[in-house]
């Protein structure tokens, strides 16, 4: 049964660091290029971070340039998302996917995925 996880979410004060982690069972997340989403309630999905699985090479969304950090470790199976200097309007319900032979910036701008997680709540208040 191919599942895909996330943890890691929860509330942060402005300013504060979170690390989210997405978890895959039954495929080899190696062979997939990744990604985290963000979907706040009444608006489309958009994409955060994308990373591939051939070069390691990523792509951000213009707002968390220089905040956030994707990471993958094939060995664990497992996809990070590292996130600092966190803001209120990064407050939303966290995705991860895997997609095969995409562009990652086509994965994010277009919200492309094959396989999907099941969302992990981030809320940065004070």
């Known amino acids: 049964q191919l599942q895909f996880v996330e943890s890691g979410g929860g509330l942060v004060q402005p300013g504060g660091s979170l690390r989210l982690s997405c978890a895959a069972s039954?495929?080899?997340?190696?062979?997939?290029?990744i990604g985290w989403f963000r979907q706040v309630p009444g608006k489309d999905y958009e994409g955060v971070s994308c990373?591939?699985?051939?070069?390691?090479?990523?792509y951000y969304k213009d707002s968390v340039k220089g905040r956030f950090t994707i990471s993958r470790d094939n060995a664990k199976n497992t996809a990070y998302l590292e996130m600092n200097s966190l803001k209120p309007e990064d407050t939303a319900v966290y995705y991860c996917?895997?997609?095969?032979?995409?562009?990652?910036?086509?994965?994010?701008?277009?919200?492309?995925?094959?396989?999907w997680g099941q969302g992990t709540q981030v809320t940065v208040s004070s």
């Open positions: 990373i591939s699985s051939s070069d390691g090479s990523t």
């Open positions: 039954g495929f080899s997340l190696d062979l997939y290029d």
């Open positions: 996917a895997a997609a095969l032979l995409v562009p990652v910036q086509a994965m994010c701008e277009k919200t492309l995925g094959d396989h």
